[in-house]
């Protein structure tokens, strides 16, 4: 027992100072572009059906709405997984998220009877939001496209890697 308590002593010890950040932050890219990107191929595939209930954007018909819809969900979704121009690549989606519930609170806030459950899917946007503001703010991690690029522009430019420290 004593031999047990000093070994689970020791990993405690030894793995309390590490930090997994950047495989976190891989992780949540990897998360959040796949489930953006499955509401994009659903989308795509429903497209028919879908642009005839997509409320469009101002001044943008439908279906043209509906397309830059799954442009952005598609295309930002690979980006953001890839960890390539990450920051850039998640204002359009966080716009998008914002224009969503703005929509979802037009469509059910005038209405008394409208209870927001745990099952409605306001929720969602502005989980997203949450997320693609915590990207906005963290950058993509040292597992991604953004970094290795980088770390090319430095050696390239002869400087040193302390200026990517912080990342």
């Known amino acids: 027992m004593n031999r047990l308590a000093e070994l689970l002593k020791s990993i405690y010890i030894k793995t309390t100072g590490y930090s997994y950040t950047n495989l976190g ?6 998360f959040i572009g796949l489930m953006l990107l499955q509401f994009g191929v659903r989308e795509w595939m429903n497209f ?13 018909e439908s279906s043209t709405s509906l397309i830059l819809l799954i442009i952005i969900e598609i295309g930002c979704s690979l980006f953001i997984m890839a960890g390539f121009l990450t920051r850039l690549m998640t204002l359009p989606p966080f716009i998008l998220m ?3 519930e703005a929509e979802i609170l037009n469509q059910h806030l005038p209405s008394a009877m409208f209870v927001n459950s745990c099952t ?3 929720y969602l946007p502005v989980m997203f939001l949450g ?7 963290v950058g993509p991690g040292k597992i991604s496209v953004d970094y290795f690029l980088s770390l090319h522009f430095i050696h390239t430019a002869d400087k040193s890697e302390s200026e990517l420290e912080e990342v």
């Open 25 to 30: 932050r891989l992780f949540l890219r990897l």
């Open 48 to 60: 028919d059906a879908a642009v005839d209930t997509y409320t469009s954007l101002p001044g943008m």
């Open 98 to 100: 914002i224009l969503s």
């Open 120 to 122: 409605h899917q306001g």
């Open 131 to 137: 997320v693609y503001f915590f990207l906005l703010l």
